[in-house]
């Protein structure tokens, strides 16, 4: 049976790898393990031990603390809208806007959800 942890950190895995437009052999290979181990940790199915956290935090260049981010109650509304493939496409296209562009793209946005 998974317990809740595993699973919410296997599914921050997924997510921020989907985010950076990984794929699950390109982090086995960094990490050192074969693609269906990520494919456990990702399903909550295998618990990811703090050693191998570690490397996978490095290789995706994020601390260790980010995986545990919105364990707690009041923030499910984020790994909700997350799970949205639409979501996750907009995030990386966002991201892939030159910095003084997003920053442009960022206030208008802003605006926009003020506007009713």
Known sequence: MKHPVDAHVGKRIRRHRWMVGMTQQQLADKVGVKFQQIQKYETG????????????????????????????????????????????????????????????????ARVLSDAT
């Open 45 to 108: 199915m295998n618990r990811v031990s703090a050693s191998r956290l570690c490397d996978v935090a490095d290789a995706m260049g994020v601390s260790i603390t980010f995986f545990f981010e919105g364990l707690g109650e009041g923030q499910a509304a984020l790994p909700d809208m997350m799970s949205d493939k639409e979501a996750i496409d907009l995030v990386r296209a966002y991201y892939a806007i030159p910095e003084p562009q997003r920053r442009r793209l960022f206030d208008l």
